[in-house]
């Protein structure tokens, strides 16, 4: 039979179990000084001592066994060893608090008469760790009360029952009685106030006392660190690992674990690799937890090439291992590696979380990969994952992404609970495909729900209303922004505005409403500007516009693009020329047009003038069928879409060997006649490929959906939902 077996209590209302004499008996075989375990006693006649019971008890607390601690409580009992023994009932106390069973505890410094401040130092302790913190602060008051004056030992688990409660101004107060009795010097004081100071956000005060405590050790700069971080300040968090390294302290796993996030916060590549480096050189092995870490900053700051190196050489990856190297491709544009490392993963029999569905659910919203989607939608309802808010939200946002808007709304409609972002993305996708209307609707059904709509929602709105051209729509609810909510308006709200009304043709009220804003413009207020100054050809406006892009955004390839398509519109080619050169001396280039189109699960990638696809020879056949098709339907190249002083038919070479038409000849030669055809397309697609595309749905009589950078058109019988609006 085991000894430590559960057994009857001692009686109805007590929650103490006795032991059997004979099984606890001669515990001690020595009067030794040793600290013992149970599975070191052994069985004897003899009652354990009070100090024997004392020892044990010390031992259970430090092993946290409070299964052992009842066992034991009921022996003390039973044997008659505990009866008014301050002391050993002082240690039961103690192993009840520490083991995290307050309520216990409580009982028996309850029964206690003459309590000791170890004693309220330990409850106090107790109710604080374990998720009591308002019960901490009521016991420190009652301390207090009772004539005790609290010490080093106190006030660190006062200051955190303060910081997770919130409480700033209870916590400055306590603050104030550390000084008054002569703990702030304490370094655990000290540092218990910076770790409050830091949850309260307080970085500014908690800098100020850590910059006069006499004696930091490194948890005080870790704390400092962390909390930085945690509050949004990267790159303070960054400065105080230099002054930490600066004053002779070295890193530890608490220091790697606070200053790795601020470092992914920055994208700081070059500072990861150095703590990375020092890892190397003084840890003997790698934690999990900072592994994962540097492989996410790795992969956030595009070092793809590190990332993949440290995860494939890593033998004990787990799920955020995993979510870390698939969020990482996913973000840098490597949407397929990202896929590979899904499939990868579930070929090695680990199983997804919320995180790497959400995460893959956005890898195939960027790549418009609908059928791997929906395979994807399939795995989340037969997991039951489908409960889950995120989890549906993200399926909104990745079906309306890649084209298929009516199952995004079948999702929306079958949410038991929607929150604001569940709403929000159903707002976005209507915009995203030109339905402004049904996004203005679907606004005020939210409205209509109670859910009040943030800054966010309002980017949507009126970004829906920018792509459908509802101006007075537009304005009407950027009004609303002050005036029914009270918030001002952001940048990216105004930014908004700006291209509704350039897009709409009042170029003279855009600039107007720039020079106006409350807020200062930035580089996407200007560009803004600048892109619909090039679809109504405003070239003084638009040089006006750029100069200001150029000077808040150097390193901004758009706008350098933008100004000088439009230049080539105006066959001012010398101006081109310049534009190009200042480009590619400050070191700009633009990135090729690519179109992916999804086949059979698989992913097809084209870039302009592409001959590497293995089908290559039958799809530029198809697409010289395609071209006599159409130019004996009456098609005239545009080729003010071609920014190159070239010859006239050198021009529409140009303009058959885009990504996109690519991706259409191989669709057409890969499918059956009834499927749609979905392609999505890393650039603006340009307006000859806009009016080729519609000839082409008109004579093969096949729908075909483009995702282009801006947005979605839904091309069928020679039209597009865009109403030639984009």
């Known amino acids: 039979m085991n000894a430590f077996s559960p057994l009857k209590p001692l009686n109805p209302r007590s929650k103490t179990l006795i032991l059997p004499r004979s099984l606890l008996s001669h515990l001690f075989s020595h009067s030794s000084t040793k600290t013992l375990t149970l599975e070191e006693a052994e069985p004897s006649s003899t009652p354990l001592t009070s100090l024997q019971c004392g020892r044990l008890l010390q031992s259970i607390t430090n092993s946290k066994s409070l299964s052992k601690g009842l066992q034991l409580h009921a022996h003390a009992i039973s044997s008659g060893v505990l009866g008014r023994n301050t002391y050993l009932a002082t240690k039961l106390c103690a192993m009840y608090a520490l083991c995290g069973a307050a309520a216990d505890a ?28 308002l019960k901490a602060l009521v016991l420190y008051r009652e301390m207090l009360g009772f004539g005790k004056r609290p010490d080093s030992f106190t006030y660190p688990y006062v200051l955190m029952a303060c910081a997770d409660l919130l409480l700033v101004e209870v916590g400055k107060r306590i603050h104030c009685e550390v000084i008054v009795y002569g703990y702030e010097a304490d370094v ?22 850590f910059d006069i405590m006499p004696t930091r050790d490194l948890t005080s700069w870790n704390t400092m660190i962390s909390g930085y971080q945690k509050n949004n300040e990267p790159e303070r968090a960054l400065l105080a690992l230099f002054d930490l390294i600066g004053n002779g302290w070295g890193m530890d796993r608490a220091t790697l674990l606070s200053v790795l996030p601020a470092c992914a916060d920055l994208s700081a590549l070059k500072q990861t690799k150095e703590i990375h480096a020092y890892i190397l050189r003084n840890f003997t092995e790698f934690d999990i937890f900072v592994v994962n870490a540097i492989i996410h900053v790795y992969a956030i700051s595009g070092f793809l090439m590190g990332a993949r190196h440290l995860f494939e050489n890593n033998n004990k990856n787990d799920i955020v291992s995993w979510n870390s190297i698939i969020s990482g491709y996913s973000h840098t544009g490597g949407a397929i590696e990202s896929l590979r490392f899904f499939r ?66 079948q999702v929306f409609d079958q949410m038991t609970t929607r929150n604001l972002i569940s709403w929000s993305a159903m707002i976005s996708g209507y915009g995203l495909h030109g339905r402004g209307r049904e996004a203005v609707q679907c606004y005020s059904e939210m409205k209509m729900n109670g859910v009040v709509p943030d800054n966010v929602t309002f980017t949507s709105v009126l970004s829906a209303c920018s792509h459908a051209g509802l101006v007075n729509e537009g304005k009407k609810i950027f009004n609303e922004i002050s005036k029914d909510y009270s918030l001002r308006p952001t940048v990216e709200h105004c930014t908004c505005i700006v291209d509704l009304l350039g897009r709409a043709g009042y170029l003279d009220q855009a600039s107007e409403f720039i020079m106006n804003m409350e807020v200062e413009p930035n580089a996407d207020v200007w560009a803004a ?40 519109v105006k066959k001012r080619w010398t101006d081109v020329a310049r534009v190009r050169a200042a480009a590619r001396n400050n070191g700009l280039k633009k990135p090729p047009g690519c179109s992916f189109m999804e086949l059979g699960m698989e992913i097809h990638r084209f870039m302009v003038g592409d001959k590497s696809h293995p089908q290559s020879n039958s799809i530029y056949a198809k697409l010289n069928e395609l071209r006599k098709l159409v130019k004996d339907a009456g098609y005239v190249p545009d080729t003010s879409s071609v920014f190159y002083e070239v010859d006239e038919d050198v021009k529409e ?66 039209l597009c939902s865009c109403g030639d609006y984009w």
């Open 106 to 133: 409580r009982a028996v410094f309850d029964a206690i008469v003459l309590k000791s401040s170890f004693l309220w130092n330990v409850m106090i302790r107790g109710y604080a760790c374990s998720g009591f913190p």
């Open 188 to 209: 655990y004081v000290g540092n218990s106030l910076l770790s409050m100071y830091s949850k309260f956000g307080e970085m500014r005060i908690a800098r100020k006392v």
């Open 344 to 409: 990868q993963m579930n070929s090695q029999g680990i199983a997804p979380d919320t995180v790497t569905l959400i995460a893959v659910l956005g890898v195939c919203d960027r790549i418009a990969a609908l059928q791997f989607g929906r395979s994807l939608h399939g795995y989340v309802t037969k997991r039951g994952y489908d409960r889950e808010v995120t989890v549906n939200t993200s399926l909104i946002d990745m079906y309306s992404k890649c084209g298929s808007l009516e199952c995004s709304r």
């Open 529 to 568: 500007l600048l892109s619909t100054c090039r679809i109504h050809q405003n070239v003084e406006l638009a040089e006006y516009a750029a100069q200001n892009a150029f000077r808040l955004n150097p390193k901004g390839v758009g706008p350098y693009v933008c100004l000088s398509n439009l230049y080539a």
């Open 653 to 718: 070479k140009l303009l058959w060997d885009h990504s996109e038409r690519l991706a259409i000849a191989f669709a057409l030669s890969n499918t059956s006649s009834e499927m749609s055809i979905r392609i999505t397309k890393n650039l603006r697609v340009c307006e000859d490929c806009h009016a080729v595309t519609k000839l082409i749905t008109k004579l093969v009589g096949r729908e075909i959906i483009v995702r282009d950078a801006h947005r979605f058109h839904h091309f069928y019988n020679g």
